[in-house]
């Protein structure tokens, strides 16, 4: 089992910045690629970000490219999430997941076998 706990949302203006984490316990971290998604009211979860076992290979969703970034710190068991130049419709609540299979597409939710209960992000226009 892998606990994953999140936290750093908050409320922001638009334009502002937040860096999430996601602070991982129980087996290997660096066992595990990492994923960050979100969930608006009244929307389906979709993908965010990911990044895999090592960080080399990252994945993002169109929307957020040149404005998210996604890392990790094997040492600390933990994965972020830096969020800049947000707008309105990046208010969710966002939630980190891994997912340990060995063929795997980052970007969908199904190949994700642990997820947090998430953290909550406003932003105001």
């Known amino acids: 089992q892998v606990q994953l706990v999140e936290s750093g949302g908050g409320l922001v203006q638009a334009g502002g910045s937040l860096r999430l984490s996601c602070a991982a316990s129980?087996?290997?971290?660096?066992?595990?690629?990492m994923g960050w998604f979100r969930q608006a009211p009244g929307k389906e979860r979709e993908f965010v970000a990911a990044?895999?076992?090592?960080?080399?290979?990252?994945d993002y969703l169109d929307s957020v490219k040149g404005r998210f970034t996604i890392s990790r710190d094997n040492a600390k068991n933990t994965v972020y999430l830096q969020v800049n130049s947000l707008k309105p419709e990046d208010t969710a609540v966002y939630f980190c997941?891994?997912?340990?299979?060995?063929?795997?597409?980052?970007?969908?939710?199904?190949?994700?076998?642990?997820w947090g209960q998430g953290t909550q992000v406003n932003v105001s226009s």
């Open positions: 997941a891994a997912g340990g299979r060995t063929s795997v597409v980052l970007s969908t939710a199904r190949f994700y076998d642990y």
């Open positions: 129980g087996r290997k971290f660096s066992n595990y690629y």
């Open positions: 990044i895999s076992r090592s960080g080399g290979t990252t």
